[in-house]
Nanobody, 123 residues
Framework: VQLQASGGGFVHPGGPLRLSCATSGFNLDTYAAGWFRRAPGKEREPISCIDGSPHRTMYADSVKGRFTTSRDATKKVVYLDVDNVEPEDTAVYFC?????????????????WGQGTQVTVSS
């Protein structure tokens, strides 16, 4: 199981952001895929999870409304879209996966992790 997050960089406040998580080595349709982030000086926190099939989603209360996760099984990619980014969204973003469905947003429920991608929101 391999995961690689990308799409980070410098983003202006108020703008959109799309992160991608390229996957390989497993059938994405049978795995739950999650997004997490670690802001400077803070612990890693959960963002979202999406099931393989059906595409049921789960979000942390702190990000509901601005964050959307989706997946493209053909391309084997999981996405995280952020609307109206804020400076507080500055963090390293990680994607993770585990066989099955989204039981919760706990880190321990995800056994495979990719390297993070840095997002810096600044004007």
């Amino acid at each position: 199981v391999q995961l690689q997050a990308s799409g980070g960089g410098f983003v202006h406040p108020g703008g959109p952001l799309r992160l991608s998580c390229a996957t390989s080595g497993f059938n994405l349709d049978t795995y739950a895929a999650g997004w997490f982030r670690r802001a400077p000086g803070k612990e890693r926190e959960p963002i979202s999870c999406i099931d393989g099939s059906p595409h049921r989603t789960m979000y942390a209360d702190s990000v509901k409304g601005r964050f959307t996760t989706s997946r493209d099984a053909t391309k084997k990619v999981v996405y995280l879209d952020v609307d109206n980014v804020e400076p507080e969204d500055t963090a390293v973003y990680f994607c993770a996966a585990d066989h099955g469905v989204c039981w919760s947003l706990r880190e321990g429920d995800f056994t495979s992790w990719g390297q993070g991608t840095q997002v810096t929101v600044s004007s």
